[in-house]
Structures are given as C-alpha cells and as structure tokens.
C-alpha cells in the first residue's frame, strides 16, 4: 500500500528482526497492542492515549533496527486488516437505533460537522503544508466526523505516505485532546449558557430515554468464545473476499474500503439476528485496526515527522477554532443546552467512547447512550467525507 520511507535503513544494514519473517513481526506487533490496550486500562490513559502508543513503539523499534522498516509483510497487513476491521467495528452500527434514540442530539450532531467541514475548509484555504494539503484535510474530516478507525481506513483508501500519516496523528494527538478539555469546561459555564439562550443542563426535563430503557436487551445470550469469536471472523473475512473480489471484476479495486463500508452497514441493519451469533467482535476490529497503525508506524521517517506534525497541530488548531465559533453561532440560533451541543461535537472530534465518558461524568446519564449512537453515526460517515474531501481537494 504505502511506500516505506525509514531514516534506519541508511544506519542499519540488516535488522534484528529481517523482512520476511512473518510470525517474529506478527509478534512483535500483536505484543505492541497488548501493552497498548493494558495502558488504555491504566492511570496512564491521559498521558498515552491508545493511537499515539501503537505508534512510538513500532517506530523506536524500527528506527534502532530491532524490526524492518520495510517488508512484505506490512502489504499483508494494510490489505487484510482494515477492510475486515471495519466490517467487524460496523457489525453493532444500527441505523434504526440511532434515529429512535439519538434525540435532538442527532440534529446538534449534524451541525457539528457542518462547523467541522467550514472549519477544515478554512484551514485548507490558510495553512501551508505543501503537498499534502488534501492528505491533511482528509484526515481532520476522518477524524471530526468518526474516529481513528475512519483515518485509518482513508489512510488505506487514499494509499497516503506512512511518514505524514503519523505526522498527522500525532499532530492531532496533541490539538484533539486540548479541545476535548476545553469542551469539558466550556458545557458548564453559565455564562456561555447565557449566550446561547439556554442554561447547562436545560435539556434535563425533556431527557431522552432513561438509561434502563436506552440499554437494549438481546434476546438471545450471545454464544461463548472462541464460536462466536469464530463467526465473527469468518463474517469480516467472507464481507472482505466477496466485496474485493466483486471490485476488482468491475474494475473499481481502488473503491473496495468504501463497498465494504456500505456492505458493513447494509448487512447487519438488513438481518439483525447476525448480531445474536458473534462475540468479540468490537474486540477484534480494534486489534485489527492496531495491527494496520503499527505496520504504518514501522516505516516512518522520524527525522522528517517533526516539522510535518507541527504543521498539521496549526492546521488542525485553525479548524477547530473555526469549527467551535460556528458551532456556538448555530447553538445560539437553536438555543441548544450547552451540554448536548458539546457532547454533540464531541462525538465527532472524540468519537462515541470520549463524548459518553464526558457525558457520564457531567452526570447527564440520559445523553451517554444518544453521545454513542450519534458517535456511530459519524463512524458509518466518516469514510465517504474523508475520501470525497481528499478526491475533491487533490
């Protein structure tokens, strides 16, 4: 997929680890995001969030020669693992659902995105980042409208350099998380509140579903590992077969990862009982994704990621100033709840994880299940905004 670009290969001749051994890579990575997903359950979750780990160690690892900085192995990867990943992540994504009990959220959400997009334009328009300006505003797109797993796949779509990539992320490793802050503190101000016409908290009398009836019940235990686990593979896996092979009949290979999208999508909306018969299947995806993050951070050039990162952070800093000064004019119009109009960006710019915990933590237990189902819904999206934004700006 992506052509590998590491300073290592000019100080060390022949790595510990050499191209070609498959099961020492598939290790090593597979070790990385173990110790990524034990951190994520640690105090140290604010200091290295799960992105930014599974990119550090491969690159240390691969800048002092412990492992390649280019090897077949890494095509293996970027070809299997998100287009699976992402049939796996989307496999929970009920559109129904999302339309019943997202609430005026949904509507708040949509404006979000709308400020987002106002906002990447206007960054696009005013920061140089030389050729990769589209690169740069596929990936703010892929990241304010779904999450991670929306970067990844355009990443993968748009065959995008591994070393910006990372320099991407990594920029907005640093903005993303300082908005998430700022969000936090701004949803409770009162006199922010008395800007938009609408006390924080206002929403509270008309709360959308109580949290016993936002929790839905399956009808059916799912079935216990490695069965379900099973199915869900052989699901992910039989979604990328058929759709890539149909692609590539038509002659639309480069177009794979947004069939198997609207496949992902279609498929468990159209036949919910698939649902009942998989477990581990969020688990899975996640590990894929990790797995595509981890190859890409093994080929990056760490003597050029420097100045492209901090291109991308004044980049992504312009948009999101521009995405809140939209978002609080449209919140003013609609007098919006400080609450849901920031829990509704943030399930764009954080995605479903980040915007429930605030919501959680804001006590406003009636939005954490409208914060996810709204979070989803930029995840289904994210792959069409981010790859139309990049065909468009190129």
């Known amino acids: 997929m992506c052509r590998a670009m590491s300073a290592s290969e000019g100080h060390v001749s022949a790595p510990l680890i050499p191209a070609g051994a498959i099961f020492p890579i598939i290790w090593v990575f597979l070790a990385i995001i173990a110790l990524t997903l034990a951190l994520e359950r640690s105090r140290l979750k604010k200091y290295l969030p799960g992105p930014v780990t599974v990119i550090i160690i491969p690159c ?4 002092l020669g412990v492992i390649p900085s280019s090897a077949p192995e890494y095509d293996a990867i970027y ?61 703010l797109v892929a990241y304010l409208t779904g999450s991670t797993v929306n970067v990844v796949a355009t ?24 908005y998430l802050g700022a969000a936090t503190y701004l949803m409770r101000s009162e006199a922010l509140g008395r800007f938009l016409r609408a006390a924080p908290g206002s929403s509270l009398a008309a709360a959308a579903p109580s949290v016993a009836e ?29 759709v890539d092979w149909v692609m590539r009949a038509l002659g639309l290979g480069h177009l794979t990862i947004l069939a198997i999208t609207v496949v992902a999508i279609a498929v468990p909306n159209l036949f919910k009982g698939i649902r009942r018969l998989v477990s581990g299947d969020r688990e899975l995806g996640l590990v894929l994704m990790f797995l595509f993050v981890s190859a890409i951070a ?31 004019i449209g919140g003013r119009i609609l007098r919006a709840d400080p609450h849901q109009l920031f829990l509704a960006s943030l399930c764009g710019v954080g995605g479903p994880p980040s915007a429930a915990a ?29 790859i139309a934004c990049f065909h468009l700006l190129s």
């Open 60 to 63: 240390a690892l691969a800048n």
């Open 79 to 139: 070809q299997f693992s998100v287009p699976v990943g992402v049939a796996l992540l989307l496999l929970r994504a009920d559109i129904g659902e999302i339309v019943r009990r997202s609430g005026s959220m949904l509507g708040l959400f949509f404006v979000g995105l709308l400020a987002s997009y106002i906002g990447i334009g206007i960054a696009f328009m005013t920061v140089d980042v030389g050729v990769h300006g589209a690169d740069v505003a596929a990936v």
């Open 155 to 178: 990443a993968q779509a748009v065959q995008m350099d591994p070393t910006f990539l990372t320099a991407a992320i990594a920029g907005c490793a640093f903005v993303l998380p300082a």
């Open 214 to 242: 936002a929790e839905p019940v399956e009808e059916q235990a799912p079935p216990r590992p490695p069965m379900g686990m099973l199915i869900a593979l052989l699901y992910g896996i039989g979604i990328f077969v058929a």
């Open 298 to 328: 093994a080929q990056i050039d760490v003597f050029s990621m420097g100045e492209q990162a901090l291109q991308v952070a004044l980049f992504a800093t312009l948009a999101l100033v521009i995405h809140l000064v939209v978002l609080l």
């Open 358 to 386: 605030v919501a959680a933590a804001q006590g406003r237990e009636d939005l954490v299940m409208p914060s996810i189902l709204c979070g989803l819904a930029g995840i289904m999206l994210g792959n069409f905004a981010a």
